[in-house]
């Protein structure tokens, strides 16, 4: 089945500063891949999410890549602000729609 | 729009209870829901697929019989914990997605725990 991976699994940054998730996946099938925000005790909350027939998605302070060859994408979050500071999810998934999830990254937004 | 609530949202229950999770999709129809387990500071781990009409499909090491879940209504899944056991205390997180759609809604989050 595919694997994700997901680094770092813990991200401190300046707010102000920049935020950059990395991701992997293993099947070169996968063709959708979304971001889920989650706050403590809350569910995820979808982000931005992207389709392989695209390499690059923006949505105001928060932007999306991905490389197909490479296998790679990434979570892009500029000028973070403490609200950012949550855990953040990347996942994959084939056209059976199952998600596979990375495992995490914590990102703290220092005042 | 998309809006996936559950109920409850905090369960305690004695060992050896059952305990029913409730999914719904408020403004969308769900064709399909999807059922996560989540341990403290882990990701979502898939549990079991259900759609609307049919069996779910469970994941494996899911036990079925521990786990039942019923999709009656494109708009309403159920999780039931039989017989709870501590080790069953956990979040339980349930997840819609619309016919034909890839993205997923999650709800809120199910925390329980069994004395």
């Known amino acids: 089945g595919e694997n994700v991976e997901q680094h770092p699994s813990t991200l401190s940054v300046q707010e102000g500063d920049s935020a950059v998730i990395k991701c992997t996946y293993s099947d070169s099938a996968s063709n959708y891949f979304p971001w889920y925000k989650q706050e403590l005790g809350k569910g995820p909350q979808l982000i931005i999410d992207?389709?392989?027939?695209?390499g690059e998605k923006k949505d105001q302070r928060i932007a999306v890549t991905l490389n197909k060859t490479a296998k790679h994408f990434s979570l892009h979050i500029t000028e973070t602000q403490p609200e950012d500071s949550a855990v953040y999810f990347c996942a994959a998934s084939i056209n059976d729609y199952k998600l596979s999830f990375g495992a995490g990254t914590t990102v703290t937004v220092r005042a | 729009g998309a809006v996936v609530s559950q109920h409850p949202s905090w369960v305690i229950c004695k060992s050896g209870t059952s305990v029913k999770i409730e999914c719904r999709s408020l403004d969308f129809q769900a064709t399909t829901m999807f059922w996560y387990r989540q341990f403290p500071k882990q990701s979502l781990m898939l549990m079991a697929t259900?759609?609307?009409?049919?069996?779910?499909?469970?994941e494996q090491g899911v036990e079925k019989d521990k786990f039942l879940i019923n999709h009656a209504s494109l708009t309403l899944s159920t999780l039931t914990v039989t017989s709870a056991h501590p080790e069953d205390s956990s979040f339980y997180i349930c997840?819609?997605?619309?016919?034909?759609?890839?993205?997923?809604?999650f709800g809120p989050g199910t925390r329980l725990l069994v004395l």
């Open positions: 259900s759609n609307e009409g049919s069996k779910a499909t469970y």
């Open positions: 992207i389709r392989s027939n695209v």
């Open positions: 997840s819609a997605r619309g016919q034909g759609k890839e993205t997923q809604y």
